[in-house]
């Protein structure tokens, strides 16, 4: 009885006919893909000139609101920071000056509140844990930049703008 390592595999090559060594039906039928698509409908979208519709719950670039009367409605409790799982918000907190506390229902604000927008994964928990409703991600596509500092993002890109304006 002879080993299997013994045995020699014989690999049998049928030969090709005419058509197949001219390649010319493979040929025929790589364009009549090309051709059934070059007639269909394009799927990309042209995306500055066109803007894409997101389903309700489409969680884009974050945004802190303001109350009726104009004021952030943060009060830097940190709950956000806290509930974040990438460590991505960071807040400092401050109290009002003397005299402004009759404008604002809160004596404490964020005078800091960053967002570092490479490691926020949107997963909606800051959102979720804020008591004020203050942060909300209901913005826009973020906008690709070439710096790893223009992703870290300030209270002048997330608060709104007060509604007088």
């Not at 404490?108 to 997963?123: D, G, H, P, Q, S």
Request: hydrophobic residues 35%; contains cysteine.
């Amino acid at each position: 009885m002879e080993s299997l390592s013994n045995k020699k595999k014989q690999l049998i090559v049928k030969p090709l006919n005419f058509w197949e060594r001219a390649y010319l039906p493979a040929i025929v039928h790589g364009l009549s893909i090309t051709m059934s698509h070059f007639f269909k409908k394009p799927v990309t979208i042209q995306y500055p000139d066109e803007k894409r519709e997101f389903s309700e719950n489409y969680r884009g670039m974050h945004s802190l609101k303001r109350d009726e009367n104009g004021a952030e409605r943060c009060t830097a409790c940190g709950l956000c920071a806290l509930s974040c799982p990438a460590e991505a918000i960071t807040m400092t907190a401050a109290e009002r000056q003397k005299g402004e506390e009759h404008l604002y229902r809160e004596e404490k604000y964020a005078a800091v509140y960053e967002i570092n927008m490479l490691r926020c994964i949107f997963c909606g928990l800051c959102e979720e844990a804020c008591p004020k409703e203050a942060i909300y991600l209901d913005g826009d596509i973020i906008p690709s930049d070439y710096l790893r500092k223009d992703f870290i993002y300030g209270k002048d890109k997330l608060v709104e703008p007060p509604l007088n304006q």
